[in-house]
């Protein structure tokens, strides 16, 4: 399972044929503590080396996107690009694109410029921001997964299929305890809040739009959370 969750999340060489996905989601936070452990590295010595704090967040993020094979910006522009559609059909269909639009544009823009401006405000910290901010916001999803119906019969959402209830409880409950463990109780439990917060809005606003979710709106979901995490952090550190 934890194979088959960083083969999906990350780019890394990991052989993990024939996985089960809605099985494997549990290991979300595990992926997710390798890609905040990478940013997190690289964050970090940037700032030793006395790079500016706008510059480290920014190689870091870099380095994230690199490792993710930029997955969850694809489905944030992707998903951002939907919202010209006039119906959920239409909606779809545009976000199968494989062009990218104004919307799709403008909402990698905001990611970007929020997560490095977030982190460069918290530059002392930026390590274990990372880290926490990358567990919880993939930690969540499985959420979605469980919640939400599917808006499409086919494509990647559809092939994983829907987890079990202990399945999401693992996955939330490792990422919460990672979380709190790195931040402290208090500002663990703050980033918990809102990162379900950027979550539940994504999950909203695709059953209102889409009729579900699909793994396009799984992207946008990671995105949203991060961002809340981060601006979260920003104001209680």
């Given at each position: 399972d934890i194979r088959a969750a960083i083969a999906f999340l990350t780019r890394?060489?990991?052989?993990?044929?024939h996985f089960?996905?809605?099985?494997?989601?549990?290991?979300?936070?595990?992926?997710g503590l390798l890609v905040g452990l990478a940013a997190g590295v690289v964050f970090a010595s940037a700032h030793y080396f006395g790079l500016p704090a706008f510059i480290s967040a920014l190689?870091?993020?870099l380095a994230g996107t690199i490792l993710t094979g930029a997955l969850h910006e694809d489905g944030l522009a992707d998903t951002a690009d939907g919202l010209a559609g006039?119906?959920?059909?239409?909606r779809l269909k545009i976000m199968r694109d494989s062009h990218i639009g104004a919307y799709g544009v403008l909402a990698l823009i905001f990611s970007v410029?929020?997560?490095?401006?977030?982190?460069?405000?918290i530059a002392e910290t930026g390590f274990s921001v990372l880290i926490s901010a990358a567990?919880?916001?993939?930690?969540?999803?499985?959420?979605?997964?469980?919640t939400?119906?599917?808006a499409s019969d086919s494509g990647l959402a559809a092939a994983a299929g829907k987890p079990e209830r202990n399945t999401v409880l693992l996955s939330v409950g490792l990422a919460s305890a990672g979380t709190v463990a790195i931040l402290g109780p208090a500002a663990g439990i703050g980033a918990l809040i809102f990162g379900m917060l950027g979550v539940g809005g994504i999950a909203l606003l695709?059953?209102?739009?889409?009729?579900?979710?699909?793994?396009?709106?799984?992207?946008a979901a990671q995105q949203s959370a991060e961002i809340a995490v981060l601006l979260f952090l920003v104001a209680s550190l």
């Open positions: 890394l060489p990991i052989n993990a044929p089960d996905l809605a099985r494997a989601c549990w290991a979300f936070p595990v992926a190689l870091a993020l006039s119906d959920p059909d239409r410029g929020l997560r490095t401006y977030a982190l460069a405000a567990i919880l916001s993939r930690g969540l999803l499985p959420t979605v997964m469980f939400s119906d599917l695709a059953k209102h739009l889409l009729g579900g979710y699909n793994g396009d709106t799984l992207g």
